[in-house]
């Protein structure tokens, strides 16, 4: 076995590793459309070829169903890399803007120009899409890439590592396999941006970091969202949807409904339809849902244990188990739970879930919904589920989240014509197609003037009366 590198020698790798990217990157500063479009045809064809590999190694990582991993790891990147490919140009191209009077006789464009040196901070939770969509937008825009995926995930990000080792050079983008160390040694370079996806916890952390080079950063974080059920919504249309927003990858999903706001004459409707939705979707032939070949495990022991932890802790305040309750210590199983009666006293209300628990509020009017909404940090999504449009509205006005869905959840994270993030406690900057590819550019505001046309002589020194009257 060879022996590990001691830490200095692999710090002064990294930093050689980022001298040569910056050497690249100054390439790439010229580099047209058509060579950043063969970049993206490169992973696309790669992950064709490779589609099997992708869905193996999320299995082993926690269960992930290969459906799901086609439609939650594999889809999103294509789809992020068609958008590309087909806008690239128009998105690349100068923008000319209008003059305005004081600055007659000149022209002004808007150019767009690569920021440089990326880095890539990735999760655990999409550990393929979520590293791979945010390098599709950093070489879209031209720059290039350090990538750190998630250590909790070590066969997907030893697969990352492999496919970025065979398709470029470790100077144009590179993978650093490790734990929290790496990334923060990483943390201390000069990037030109970073893009982490993350807690908000970690994310303080980077953005911290960040200020002392003023690197510019986006921050996909999480927090707790909340799903509106009004006392117009469809009680089966909301609970299928809900439930498998909730339940998709074992509702270890940034954008999970992570608790529901149900007004009180919907209660019990609503927990009927949840029960047959899951039924339905995750145990058709009355089996279990343990049995269930599309429900995902839970990623780790600490996890599990942290999952457990909350049913017990809301339980032990009184809250009712509506539904499940049950888990699996050495499968990492644990049963789509509903909890109802549940207050902010309990763990459950307090911290994101990040796992199959469903707690749900009840409120008596849509006001005292909003309230509570705005009485959290401000969520990365908020969904509405109702038919009067005036209501709709309301909630749309009165909260602030990065992104609202209304009579759907989850389902936006696959527009790539939407901007895709949180705000402030959720996340600062946005992702996916042309706002992924503007977090990556600098847009540079260029004027042109004319040599011999001096429009400005009157407000230069001697100033008189007439620069006065300009201004
Ligand atoms: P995390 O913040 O613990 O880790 C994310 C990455 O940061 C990992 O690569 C990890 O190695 C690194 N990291 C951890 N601690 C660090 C530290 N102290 N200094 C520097 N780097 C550090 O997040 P996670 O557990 O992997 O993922 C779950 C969180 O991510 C949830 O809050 C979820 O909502 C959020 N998330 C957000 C989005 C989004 O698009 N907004 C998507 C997925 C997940």
Redesign the pocket.
């Known amino acids: 076995m060879n022996n590990p590198l001691p830490t200095e020698s692999k710090a002064q790798n990294r930093k050689r590793l980022f001298e040569d990217q910056s050497k690249t990157a100054q390439l790439w500063r010229s580099s047209n459309p058509l060579s950043r479009i063969e970049r993206l045809i490169k992973i696309r064809s790669w992950i064709k070829d490779n589609q099997q590999a992708i869905r193996d190694a999320l299995k082993n990582d926690f269960g992930k169903p290969e459906t799901e991993t086609d439609l939650s790891e594999i889809f999103p990147v294509t789809a992020e890399i068609n958008h590309s490919i087909k806008h690239l140009k128009k998105w690349m191209s100068p923008k000319s803007v209008s003059t305005p009077l004081p600055m007659l006789g000149t022209s002004s464009m808007i150019y767009i120009e690569p920021k440089g040196r990326a880095l890539i901070?990735?999760?655990?939770?999409?550990p393929f899409n979520?590293t791979i969509g945010p390098l599709i937008s950093a070489l879209s825009a031209g720059c290039t890439a350090i990538i750190?995926?998630?250590?909790?995930t070590p066969h997907t990000s030893e697969l990352i590592s492999r496919m970025i080792s065979e398709l470029f050079k470790p100077n144009e983008v590179a993978v650093i396999l490790g734990?929290?160390d790496v990334?923060?040694d990483l943390?201390q370079l000069p990037f030109d941006h970073i893009f982490?996806?993350?807690?908000?916890?970690?994310g303080k952390?980077?953005m911290k970091a960040a200020a002392e080079h003023l690197t510019s950063v986006t921050l996909?974080?999480?927090?707790k969202s909340p799903a509106i059920v009004n006392r117009d919504a469809n009680c089966k249309d909301a609970a299928e949807k809900l439930i498998w927003g909730k339940y998709v990858n074992c509702g270890q999903t940034?954008i999970s409904p992570d608790y529901l706001l149900v007004h009180e004459s919907q209660l019990e409707t609503l927990l009927v339809e949840m029960k047959v939705a899951l039924q339905k979707m995750y145990d058709p032939d009355f089996n279990g849902i343990e049995q269930s070949p599309d429900m995902a495990r839970i990623v780790n022991d600490k996890h599990f244990d942290r999952l457990t932890r909350t049913i017990e802790d809301a339980v032990a305040k009184g809250a009712e188990i509506s539904f499940g309750g049950t888990a699996k210590p050495h499968t990492r199983y644990i049963e789509p739970t509903i909890l109802t009666n549940v207050t902010d006293q309990m763990l459950v209300m307090q911290k994101?879930i990040?796992g199959p628990i469903l707690p749900i509020v009840t409120y008596n009017s849509l006001e005292e919904a909003i309230a509570y909404v705005n009485s959290k940090p401000k969520p990365?999504a908020l969904y509405y589920f109702g038919k009067n449009s005036e209501d709709t509205s309301t909630v749309l006005r009165e909260t602030s989240s990065g992104n609202a869905v209304i009579n759907d959840c989850v389902l936006h994270y696959l527009h790539m014509e939407l901007p895709?993030?949180?705000v402030n406690n959720?996340?600062i900057g946005k992702?996916h197609g042309y706002h992924g590819f503007l977090a990556f550019s600098n847009e540079k505001g260029v004027l042109k003037q004319r040599i011999g046309l001096n429009n400005v002589t009157l407000l230069r020194p001697p100033y008189g009366i007439r620069a006065r009257q300009i201004i």
């Not at 901070?121 to 999409?126: D, G, K």
């Not at 982490?196 to 970690?202: D, H, I, L, R, Y």
């Not at 996909?220 to 927090?223: D, F, P, S, Y």
């Open positions: 901070i990735s999760p655990w939770n999409y979520l750190k995926p998630s250590e909790m734990e929290v990334s923060q943390l982490f996806t993350g807690s908000p916890a970690v952390i980077v996909e974080l999480g927090g940034c994101e990040f990365l895709f993030g949180g959720s996340g992702a």
